[in-house]
Nanobody
Framework: VQLQASGGGSVQAGGSLRLSCAVS????????MGWYRQVPGKQRELVATITSGGNTNYADSAKGRFTISRDNTKNIVVLQMNSLKPDDTAVYYC??????????????WGKGTLVTVSS
């Protein structure tokens, strides 16, 4: 089972980007899906998560600007980022938690996709 993320890139402040992450491979059940980000020299931090039931959780910095959504039939999670700021510049990581089999739990991380916001 792997995570395949896409959608990073460079944008000017005020612009938008859409990150997508798909789970590839056989999986029994996906629970939480989310996005985290990391700036060099700092700890990885939460951006947003979404449960299988659609409950969302956002970092204060993301509220009102970012929207997380998921497609449970395809095991895809999307982060729509609007009104981007230079402070949003970071490597964004997809995270998926759930069960590969009925008894084997997983906590997977994608490779990361770079988002650069210029002023």
């Amino acid at each position: 089972v792997q995570l395949q993320a896409s959608g990073g890139g460079s944008v000017q402040a005020g612009g938008s980007l859409r990150l997508s992450c798909a789970v590839s491979g056989s999986i029994f059940r996906v629970n939480s899906m989310g996005w985290y980000r990391q700036v060099p020299g700092k700890q990885r931090e939460l951006v947003a998560t979404i449960t299988s039931g659609g409950n969302t959780n956002y970092a204060d910095s993301a509220k009102g600007r970012f929207t997380i959504s998921r497609d449970n039939t395809k095991n895809i999670v999307v982060l729509q980022m609007n009104s981007l700021k230079p402070d949003d510049t970071a490597v964004y990581y997809c995270n998926v938690q759930g069960w590969i089999t009925r008894t084997s739990y997983m906590d997977l991380w994608g490779k990361g996709t770079l988002v650069t916001v210029s002023s």
